[in-house]
């Protein structure tokens, strides 16, 4: 009788065995289609990956190129303000067009060459402010008002004096021909 139960304990242990190989077999299945399916994802992510990484060089080229092209364009435009008195078409002379860049690129003092050295008459002499645009750039709003101010008459040309003790006297002329004489009040010092 003791043979039955070591018997039955071996056929015990080989059940337990089996049952343990194959649950062990199916885990390692398990296990193998989970690695699969990691391996899968990871290779999903690692090409979205490869896909974000070419945008973004694409995006970074793209980039770099719109940025040469507007320095391209500044550098064009801002030839054609310097150059603009040189070439042909400009209607006054380069010893006219004085350059200051900004807020507009030119106050020309037309006729004032002719003026100075033939000693001619006042009466073809005028001040033109002048913006050179480049293709087809448009007006500033600052550049607009100082067009408006101008078309509203709202010019006038001044002296200002400064005196040895630190006051101001300024001289004012406006575009209707009214001459002022402005003391401040309160004065600051040099």
């Given amino acids: ?111 004032y060459t002719d003026f100075k050295e033939h000693h001619g008459s006042t009466d073809n002499f005028e001040l033109v402010i002048i913006d050179i645009k480049h293709n087809k750039a448009q007006l500033s709003e600052g550049q607009k008002q100082i067009a408006k101010a101008i078309e509203a008459g709202k010019v006038r040309f001044e002296t200002v004096s400064v005196f040895n003790d630190g006051t101001i006297e300024t001289n004012s002329w406006d575009s209707l021909g009214k001459k002022e004489s402005i003391t401040p009040v309160e004065s600051k010092s040099v």
């Fill in 1 to 111: 009788m003791q043979d039955i139960p070591v018997g039955f304990i071996t056929i015990f242990l080989i059940l337990v065995t089996v049952v343990l190989i194959v649950a062990l077999l199916y885990l390692f299945r398990e296990l193998r289609k989970s690695q699969s399916k990691v391996e899968n994802v990871i290779k999903n992510y690692e090409g979205q990956l490869g896909d974000i990484n070419i945008k973004h060089q694409r995006e970074i080229e793209k980039a770099r190129q719109q940025s040469v092209e507007i320095s391209r364009r500044t550098i064009k435009g801002q030839l054609a303000e310097k150059m603009a008195p040189l070439l042909p078409g400009f209607l006054y002379l380069p010893s006219d067009s004085h350059f200051i860049g900004n807020p507009v690129d030119y106050i020309v003092f037309n006729g």
